[in-house]
């Protein structure tokens, strides 16, 4: 094992009461001991993920889980290199994932880790279209939206990670897609390079009646609800819905950055579930994944070939990670925000 090394971590402090920001973590700095465990490995980070779902465990009140205990490593998904290892499996070089934090050096026990083959993909597709995000998207769907083709799906964040690709494999079953974005350029890449059917900037709308109106004008009527940002497009949207309809609740960002225990909006459409006796779902990726050979079966191909396309930031700056976690509440990028560690 490399001797001397100094480990770099981000620690979640402080709860935010409103967005959140630097002020809610510390930098700090420990030595790393040069003694590995039985089967512990030593990952050199490379890439860190910044998602949506962090901002929900700094909620006050349980979600799926406890809350994200103060004082403590924000975990995160990751993707290094092997630089040290007691377990013959893993090899110095190695390329792998692992579920540890928003930090430079994880140690991790070998049970704890994904090997990643860089011939068959980019490393950094494991945070994203090989990963959560893309089994959010597949089992999401496929199994809680139970996608039938010639079916009409709407997509609420669809220039996002997981919406972008629910656009996608809802295109390759069949099915119609209108999809919501928050900014004429993001719409116009949707329609332009993912040819969803109709693409609909929802900021140029002062109210969910306004939106509601335009969608009616517009003949739309929806089979499956990918929603992952809630708020005023659910409002205008869920009236709209078939009988039967599937609505699949995979994010509410329009809620996250705000007071996280007292939401904004309440719920304003349980008739239409009545009326049309749909169902409506929550889903989690974690649902899913023990699954993930299913979705590798079947996406992985898609993802060598270039038939699917897949959207990702990168940026550079451990040092301004919280900086990165706030931006995704006012993004203008596309896709799957990773940050890269500087070597």
């Not at 090997?115 to 490393?123: F, I, T, W």
Request: aromatic share 8%; glycine share 8%.
């Amino acid at each position: 094992m490399p001797k001397s090394l100094v480990n770099q971590k981000w620690l979640y402090t402080q709860r935010p009461s409103g967005e959140v920001g630097p002020e809610h973590y510390r930098l700090v700095e420990e030595d790393l001991a040069e003694h590995l465990a039985e089967n512990e490995v030593l990952v050199a980070n490379r890439y860190i993920s910044v998602d949506p779902y962090m901002r929900i465990q700094q909620s006050e009140s349980e979600s799926w889980e406890a809350p994200h205990p103060l004082n403590q490593l924000q975990q995160a998904g990751v993707v290094g290199q092997v630089i040290a290892s007691s377990n013959k499996h893993f090899a110095t070089g190695d390329w792998v994932a692992a579920y540890t934090g928003w930090e430079k050096f994880s140690r991790v026990h070998a049970n704890d880790l994904e090997k990643l083959d860089p011939e068959k993909a980019p490393v950094t597709t494991a945070l994203g279209v090989l990963g959560m995000p893309g089994r959010t998207a597949w089992f999401g769907l496929m199994e809680a939206g139970r996608l039938q083709p010639g079916d009409t799906v709407v997509v609420s964040g669809a220039a996002g990670a997981v919406g972008s690709l629910v656009a996608q494999f809802a295109q390759r079953a069949g099915c119609k897609v209108i999809a919501f974005a928050g900014s004429p350029e993001k719409c116009r890449w949707l329609e332009e390079s993912l040819k969803v059917d109709q693409a609909i900037d929802y900021t140029a709308f002062n109210d969910y009646q306004a939106l509601h109106h335009f969608l009616k004008t517009q003949g739309v009527s929806v089979d499956i609800y990918f929603d992952n940002v809630g708020g005023m497009i659910s409002d205008a949207v869920i009236p709209l819905i078939n009988r039967r309809a599937r609505i699949i609740i995979c994010g509410q960002m329009s809620q996250y950055n705000g007071k996280l225990d007292e939401v904004e909006m309440g719920p304003r459409f349980l008739h239409h579930m009545l009326y049309q006796r749909a169902t409506i779902q929550g889903i989690l990726a974690r649902d899913y994944a023990h699954r993930m050979d299913e979705m590798m079966a079947k996406v992985a191909p898609w993802v060598k070939d270039g038939s699917i396309i897949f959207e990702e930031a990168i940026e550079e700056g451990f040092n301004r990670l919280p900086n990165h976690l706030a931006s995704l509440f006012s993004r203008t990028t596309r896709g799957k925000l990773i940050v890269k560690i500087e070597e």
